[in-house]
C-alpha cells in the first residue's frame, strides 16, 4: 500500500485539459447493426411492469470466504437481510421491486475485452494454490485471496452484471417504443447488482484489492460492443480509487470515469492531476477528497463536477461503482458519509441518468465492509431509487466536522481543471 500522497495541488501545476464535450468518440451515433449483437438473453424478455423502479441481481460467491478477511461471503446476506427488514424485496413491492435470475458466466470473449487472456485463462491456475493447501490461498498483497470457486465467483458476478444491463437496455428500449407510440412505457428501472468478489482494483493482468475481475470494466465494454451504448460514465463512489477501472480507461475518451475516493487511501492512485492521456484526455475526473469528508462534501462534489460532467458528456449509460466503505462505520477508511448520504447519491444519480442517459443506470457493489453499515446503506440507495423517505435515524452531530474549507479548494481546482 502506497501512502503519502501529495494532494495539495495548486492551479499552477494543473495541466489544461480539453473539454470532455469536445472530445472525438470514436463510433459515436453510429447504429450498431443487429447481427453485431449478442445474442437476446432470458433477461431481456423478462416482463418488466411500466411501475417497476429497481431491478436487483445476487450473485453471492458464497464459497468464495476467507476467515477473518474484511471481504467476506457474509456481506451479501447482509444486504439481504436489511432490504427484508426494510421490505425492500419483491415479496412486499411485488410492482416496485423486482429481482432478476442470473442466467450465465462471463464468456472468455467478454472477459478479455478488459484482461489480458492469459490472465484470465491463468486464473484456473492461480486457484489451484488454493486446492492444493485446502484452504484460501493469498494472490496479492492487499491481502487478495482465492478459493477453488473463486474463478467461477468472479464469472458469475460479471454475468450477472450483463444479465442486468440486458434487462434495463430492454426496459429502456421499450419505454422509448411506447414514447414514440404515443403510449406510456413507464419509467426505466435502476439496475442493482448485489455482487461480490467487487472488481474496481482488478487490473488487466491480474488481480488486485480484494478484486480478481474488473466487473464494471467488462460491464462498460459489454455495454459498447453488444448493445451500441457508446458513451459509458463510470460512477464510482467506493472510498478507494478504482484504480482498475482508471487504468483501462485511461486513455478511452468513449468511457467517463469519474471517481470519489479518499485522498491517500489504498491503494494510492487517483491524483486530481490524472485526467486521462491521448485521446481520453480530460475523461478521467479524480476528486480525492480529504479525510472526515462526508454528506456535505458529497453532494457539493455532486452538485458542482459530477453532475456538469455527466451533463457535458451525455452519456449513453451509467454504471456505478458502488462501494459503501466511505460509510463513517466502515473499519477501512476515514470518510464519514452517512446512511441518508447513500439514499441522496442515489436519487441524484438516477436523475441525471433519466435527464442526460435515457434512464439508462446499473449500480454494481464493489466495498463496504462493515456490515451493518453496508445493509443500512444499500437499502438506503433502494429507497432513494424509489422516492421513499431515508431510513436513517442516525443523530450528524456525533460525527467530526467535515474539512468544507479543504474540500471546497479541491473542487474549485476540480471544475477549473476540467473546465466544468
Ligand atoms: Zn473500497
Known amino acids: 500500500m502506497r501512502s503519502g500522497l501529495r494532494q495539495a495541488l495548486t492551479h499552477c501545476e494543473l495541466p489544461h485539459l480539453r473539454a470532455t464535450s469536445q472530445l472525438h468518440i470514436p463510433g459515436r451515433g453510429v447504429n450498431v447493426p443487429a447481427a453485431c449483437r449478442s445474442s437476446v438473453h ?39 437481510e436489511a432490504l427484508d427488514t426494510h421490505q425492500l424485496t419483491p415479496a412486499f413491492r411485488p ?30 491456475k492461480i486457484m489451484q494454490q488454493a486446492a492444493l493447501q485446502e484452504g484460501p490461498a493469498i494472490v496479492e498483497s492487499a491481502p487478495t485471496y482465492v478459493t477453488t ?49 467487487p472488481g474496481h482494483h482488478a487490473v488487466r493482468s491480474g488481480p488486485m484489492g480484494f478484486c480478481l475481475l474488473s466487473t464494471i470494466a467488462i460491464a462498460a465494454r459489454y455495454c459498447q460492443q453488444h448493445h451500441g451504448l457508446q458513451k459509458v460514465m463510470i460512477f464510482d463512489f467506493d472510498v478507494h480509487h478504482g484504480n482498475g477501472t482508471h487504468d483501462i480507461f485511461y486513455d478511452d475518451p468513449s468511457v467517463l470515469f469519474v471517481s470519489t475516493h479518499q485522498a491517500g487511501s489504498y491503494p494510492g492512485t487517483g491524483r486530481l492531476s490524472e485526467a486521462g492521456s491521448g485521446d481520453g484526455e480530460g475523461a478521467s475526473i479524480n476528486l480525492p477528497l480529504p479525510g472526515d469528508s462526508g454528506d456535505a462534501v458529497m453532494q457539493d462534489a455532486f452538485e458542482r463536477v459530477i453532475g456538469p460532467a455527466a451533463a457535458r458528456f451525455q452519456p449513453d449509460i451509467i454504471l456505478v461503482s458502488a462501494g459503501y466503505d466511505a460509510h463513517w462505520r466502515d473499519p477501512l477508511a ?31 457493489l464493489e466495498g463496504g465492509y462493515d456490515l451493518k453499515a453496508l445493509g443500512e446503506a444499500v437499502a438506503d440507495t433502494f429507497q432513494g431509487l424509489l422516492g421513499a423517505a431515508s431510513i436513517d435515524k442516525f443523530n450528524p452531530n456525533l460525527l467530526r466536522e467535515e474539512p468544507r474549507d479543504k474540500a471546497d479548494r479541491l473542487l474549485k481546482d476540480a471544475i477549473a481543471m476540467h473546465s466544468l
Not at 442466467?103 to 492469459?118: I, K, M, P, Q, Y
Not at 439514499?343 to 442517459?357: F, G, N, P, Y
Open 42 to 80: 432470458a433477461a431481456s424478455q423478462l416482463a418488466i411492469p411500466d411501475t417497476a423502479q429497481i431491478l436487483y441481481v445476487t450473485a453471492a460467491g458464497a464459497q468464495h470466504d476467507m476467515p477473518g478477511h474484511a471481504e467476506c461471503a457474509a456481506r451479501i446476506p447482509a444486504i439481504l
Open 95 to 124: 410492482d416496485e421491486v423486482l429481482q432478476l435470475e442470473p442466467t450465465r458466466l462471463a464468456t472468455f470473449e467478454e472477459v478479455s475485452a478488459v484482461h489480458d487472456g492469459n490472465y484470465v485463462r491463468g486464473l484456473e
Open 149 to 197: 470457486t473463486s474463478n467461477d465467483a468472479a464469472l458469475r458476478s460479471a454475468g450477472a452484471a450483463l444479465d442486468l444491463i440486458d434487462a434495463v437496455v430492454a426496459a429502456a428500449e421499450r419505454r422509448a417504443s411506447s414514447a414514440g407510440a404515443g403510449t406510456s412505457g413507464g419509467s426505466v428501472p435502476v439496475g442493482f447488482s448485489i455482487c461480490r468478489p
Open 334 to 364: 476515514g470518510l464519514q458519509l452517512r446512511t441518508s448520504t447513500y439514499h441522496r447519491l442515489s436519487s441524484m444519480i438516477k436523475q441525471v441518468a433519466v435527464k442526460h442517459a435515457g434512464g439508462r443506470c446499473v449500480f454494481l
